[in-house]
């Protein structure tokens, strides 16, 4: 702790006590906003790794149905179909407010897959290819959006629990001494004066 270097005055008083009130009121609120943030980025974590297993499900299921495609139709088919794909889609991004943080949300809608080639040419691999990478693609989405989620909540929780930490272990404690030793020197004064006055009177008498 390290007392403040102010004169022990009462407007020092005054002053100590209001700035000691909202330092403590500050504090109160940054660990209420703390614990807000701790359980949201908790549960943030948790739909990660929900989301983790279900992006390597995916990639393994795309893979698979691929291989496959490949196999059955050959290299330079797969890729004259693959530069031939239409996919009309449109993308929304919202923000969501938890604790001051602003979170986006995307929501992407789906339009239906057009070809630039007969359907004679393909096969019911190639259009199970096709959705099991666009599967792939919106659970890595998700992936993004979420641990993109997890860093901001996590940067937010850094820097509020920084702040906690100074008016906990600085400004409170810097704030309570000045205002005990603002006090008591006060105080010690006034007793002082008391016993000066008492001292006069008695003279006087």
Same mark, same amino acid.
């Given at each position: 702790?390290?007392?403040?270097?102010?004169?022990?005055?009462?407007?020092?008083?005054?002053?100590?006590? %209001?700035?000691? !009130?909202?330092?403590?009121?500050?504090?109160?609120?940054? %660990?209420?906003?703390r614990e807000?943030?701790?359980? @949201?980025?908790?549960?943030?974590?948790? #739909?990660?790794?929900?989301?983790? #297993?279900?992006?390597?499900?995916?990639?393994?299921?795309?893979?698979?149905?691929? !291989?496959?495609?490949?196999? $059955?139709?050959? *290299?330079?088919?797969?890729? $004259?179909?693959?530069?031939?794909? !239409?996919?009309?889609?449109?993308?929304?991004?919202?923000? #969501?407010?938890?604790?001051?943080?602003?979170?986006? @949300?995307?929501?992407? @809608?789906?339009?239906?897959?057009?070809?630039?080639f007969g359907?004679?040419?393909?096969?019911? &691999?190639?259009?199970?290819?096709? #959705?099991?990478?666009?599967?792939?693609?919106?659970? &890595?989405?998700?992936?993004?959006?979420? @641990?993109?989620?997890?860093?901001?909540?996590? !940067?937010e929780l850094?820097?509020?629990?920084?702040?906690?930490?100074?008016?906990?272990?600085? *400004?409170?404690?810097?704030?309570?001494?000045?205002?005990?030793?603002?006090?008591?020197?006060?105080?010690?004064?006034?007793?002082?004066?008391?016993?000066?006055?008492?001292?006069?009177?008695?003279?006087?008498?």
């Amino acid at each position: 702790m390290a007392r403040l270097n102010v004169p022990p005055t009462k407007s020092s008083l005054l002053r100590v006590r %209001d700035d000691l !009130r909202m330092a403590t009121e500050g504090f109160s609120l940054l %660990d209420q906003k703390r614990e807000i943030l701790v359980m @949201e980025l908790m549960r943030l974590l948790e #739909r990660v790794r929900v989301v983790q #297993r279900e992006v390597e499900q995916a990639r393994e299921k795309a893979h698979a149905t691929a !291989r496959k495609a490949f196999t $059955r139709n050959g *290299f330079h088919v797969m890729r $004259r179909i693959a530069s031939g794909i !239409r996919y009309p889609h449109k993308t929304t991004i919202r923000h #969501r407010v938890v604790a001051g943080v602003r979170l986006p @949300e995307i929501t992407a @809608e789906h339009g239906e897959f057009s070809l630039q080639f007969g359907l004679a040419e393909t096969d019911s &691999l190639v259009d199970e290819t096709m #959705r099991d990478y666009l599967a792939l693609v919106e659970t &890595l989405g998700r992936m993004a959006q979420l @641990e993109n989620a997890a860093w901001l909540l996590a !940067r937010e929780l850094k820097k509020t629990q920084r702040r906690v930490n100074a008016l906990e272990q600085i *400004f409170i404690p810097d704030f309570s001494d000045t205002l005990a030793y603002i006090a008591e020197t006060l105080e010690s004064k006034e007793l002082e004066a008391f016993a000066i006055l008492k001292i006069v009177k008695a003279r006087r008498e």
